[in-house]
């Protein structure tokens, strides 16, 4: 079992920044591909960005790509998502999601096994 723990939402305004973290517990060695989504209310769970866990390809939406860098530390088990420009559209609550058994890249929520609890971000106008 793998444990994710999101941290580093917050209110900002539009044009603002943050950076969220995930940091990953348990039974993390064989963890292949991580990823972040974000839910807005009344939405469905959409994928933001993911990243190969022992590689550096990266995948990002489209509505975030140029704005959003999503990063990790394999000796933290930590991922980042770096958010800057933030719009209103932003406001989501994010979740990071892990699996061990992609060999690349997903945008599909349904391939990945873990979850986290997900931590709110509101960007005002």
């Known amino acids: 079992q793998v444990q994710l723990v999101e941290s580093g939402g917050g209110w900002v305004q539009a044009g603002g920044s943050l950076r969220l973290s995930c940091a990953a517990s348990g039974t993390t060695f064989n963890t292949k591909v991580m990823g972040w989504f974000r839910q807005a209310p009344g939405k469905e769970r959409e994928f933001v960005a993911a990243?190969?866990?022992?590689?550096?390809?990266?995948h990002y939406a489209d509505s975030v790509k140029g704005r959003f860098t999503i990063s990790r530390d394999i000796a933290k088990n930590t991922m980042y998502l770096q958010m800057s420009s933030l719009k209103p559209e932003d406001t989501a609550v994010y979740f990071c999601?892990?699996?061990?058994?992609?060999?690349?890249?997903?945008?599909?929520?349904?391939?990945?096994?873990?979850w986290g609890q997900g931590t709110q971000v509101t960007v005002s106008s």
């Open positions: 999601a892990s699996d061990a058994a992609l060999r690349v890249v997903s945008i599909r929520r349904h391939d990945y096994d873990y």
């Open positions: 990243v190969l866990w022992s590689g550096t390809s990266t």
